[in-house]
C-alpha cells in the first residue's frame, strides 16, 4: 500500500466523517446555548451542525482540519 493510497484509501472518508461529528457535537452544544429558544429549534441546529461538520470533514478531509487550524491561529505561522 502506497502512502496516497492509504492516505485516501475508502476508509479514510469514514475515519474523517467520524472525527467531523465528534467536532460538530461540541458546536452544535455552542450553538444550542447560544441561540436555540425552544426544543425543536435547539435540536435543528445541533443537528444540523453535526451534520455539516461530519459530511464537511469527510468529504474535503484534512484541508478542512488545516483551514480551522489555520482560522484559529493555532499553526504556529502568521
Not at 467531523?20 to 445541533?46: N, Q
Not at 455539516?52 to 505561522?77: P, Q, S
Request: a positive charge; hydrophobic letters at 50%.
Amino acid at each position: 500500500m502506497t502512502p496516497d493510497e492509504y492516505k485516501s484509501g475508502p476508509g479514510s472518508f469514514w475515519v474523517q466523517f467520524t472525527c467531523g461529528a465528534v467536532f460538530g457535537v461540541f458546536v452544535g452544544i455552542g450553538l444550542c446555548r447560544e441561540f436555540a429558544f425552544s426544543f425543536v429549534v435547539g435540536a435543528l441546529v445541533f443537528v444540523g451542525s453535526v451534520g455539516i461538520c461530519a459530511f464537511v470533514a469527510g468529504y474535503w478531509g484534512d484541508k478542512f482540519w488545516e483551514a480551522l487550524l489555520r482560522i484559529w491561529g493555532w499553526t504556529g505561522r502568521r
